[in-house]
């Protein structure tokens, strides 16, 4: 999955020039969840495109292309998988996920280990598509046209709140934005409370109790 990152490390990047203002609808919803301090791990880190304006310094990013542009932004990129983080436990008070776990062979797995760096009461970001709203069945229904998406296999919001629920997530919050094409976007787009009508929805949860095992 990491040979189209490392190929189209540039091409990806230069979405968020193309598509600025989608570009900044997704940062904010990921915003309306951020805390306002604390030391953050971005896994999945790509080109830095969100670690970077949220002052996040530490990524993880196993495609060696994304991440050398990811450096040139001033992240510290560790090139691994989600699967299985070299970092040690308790070590961050958030982590983000942006869409990434449609990329994953073991999304839950990815899950775990993020709730395992996560410090005790630490918060846990994700960003995804969501397939379930009107552009999301689009985006599922053409992905074979796409470069990037072609692999990828969307979940479901339901889907990843129960993973959350079964890794003793607490105090889960959702929000949406996008709600059209985002080629055609000319403003930033509001960012609404709860999912299914925007196309990019952001999960927000807080660690509770000893991570399950395996």
């Known amino acids: 999955m990491a040979n189209i990152f490392e190929e189209s490390a540039q091409e990806y990047d230069d979405w968020f020039i193309r598509n600025e203002f989608a570009y900044q609808s997704e940062l904010a919803a990921i915003k309306a969840f951020m805390p306002e301090e604390g030391r953050g791990l971005e896994i999945g880190v790509g080109t830095g495109r969100f670690a970077a304006p949220l002052g996040i310094e530490v990524g993880v990013e196993p495609a060696k292309a994304m991440a050398a542009i990811a450096r ?13 983080l070299p970092l040690e436990n308790g070590s961050f008070d958030f982590v983000l996920m ?40 689009a985006y599922e229904a053409n992905k074979k046209k796409s470069r990037f998406y072609r692999q990828a296999k969307f979940h479901s919001l339901g889907q990843v709140l129960k993973w959350l629920e079964d890794l003793g997530y607490a105090d889960l919050k959702t929000c949406q934005t996008i709600f059209q094409d985002s080629a055609t976007v000319k403003a930033p787009q509001p960012v609404n409370e709860g999912h299914g009508e925007g196309v990019f929805a952001v999960i927000a949860g807080e660690k509770s109790g000893a991570v399950p095992p395996c």
């Open 72 to 84: 040139k932004r001033g992240i510290k990129v560790l090139e691994a998988y989600a699967e299985e």
């Open 98 to 137: 942006v869409t990434v776990l449609c990329f994953l062979a073991d999304p839950f797995r990815a899950l775990r280990e993020a709730t395992r760096v996560l410090k005790p009461r630490g918060r846990l970001i994700i960003g995804m598509i969501d397939p379930d709203s009107p552009l999301g069945r």
